[in-house]
Each structure stands twice: as structure tokens, then as C-alpha cells.
């Protein structure tokens, strides 16, 4: 059931109608998976790595923006279409004066 039962797979009406190589196929791919860390995914057959940092502009846009917001205010931050520049909410908080 550990492999059947995630997928949704009916164990009487189509598991065991696989034939014992699939069966077995199947079984042993769930059990080389199941060696994985839950947290990094990494397997212990797995040659050697180290983490990299990278960083993505919108992320660190979005990261800047709940910075600025003001949740007790009632803001938040959602992503509009189109660039900064041609957009007419952002050009009118631009040209608030000083």
C-alpha cells in the first residue's frame, strides 16, 4: 500500500495486475526513494555537494516591498502586470511631493 496508496492506484484492480518485474520495479524505485533526507531531499548514493546562494530579483524585490508595507495599515503586497515604469499606480506614488 505505501507505493499504491499515494498515487491512488487500486492495489486489487491494477497494482497486482503489473507483472512481478513491474511489481518489483516499482517496490524497489519506492524503497530507493524512501532512503531520501525528508528535509534536502538528498540520497545517500548521491556524490557530494555543497549549497550555493542565489538570489532572485523578484524574491528580493517582494522581500523589500513587505519591508516597506504596513500590515496594521491594512497593506500587503501582491504582484501587478507589467514593469514599474508603465504602471499607473506606481508612477502616481512616484510623483507624490516631497
Do not use: I, N
Not at 70 to 76: A, D, F
Amino acid at each position: 500500500m505505501g507505493y499504491v496508496g499515494p498515487r491512488g492506484l487500486p492495489l486489487t484492480g491494477e497494482f497486482l495486475s503489473w507483472s512481478p518485474t513491474d511489481q518489483e520495479a516499482a517496490l524497489s524505485w519506492q524503497a530507493h526513494e524512501a532512503a531520501r533526507c525528508s528535509t534536502c531531499g538528498r540520497h545517500p548514493d548521491d556524490q557530494p555537494r555543497h549549497p550555493h546562494v542565489e538570489r532572485c530579483p523578484d524574491c528580493a524585490a517582494l522581500a523589500a516591498a513587505r519591508r516597506d508595507a504596513h500590515p496594521e495599515l491594512g497593506e500587503h503586497v501582491v504582484w501587478a502586470p507589467g514593469a514599474r515604469e508603465h504602471c499607473p499606480t506606481c508612477s502616481s506614488k512616484d510623483k507624490t511631493p516631497v
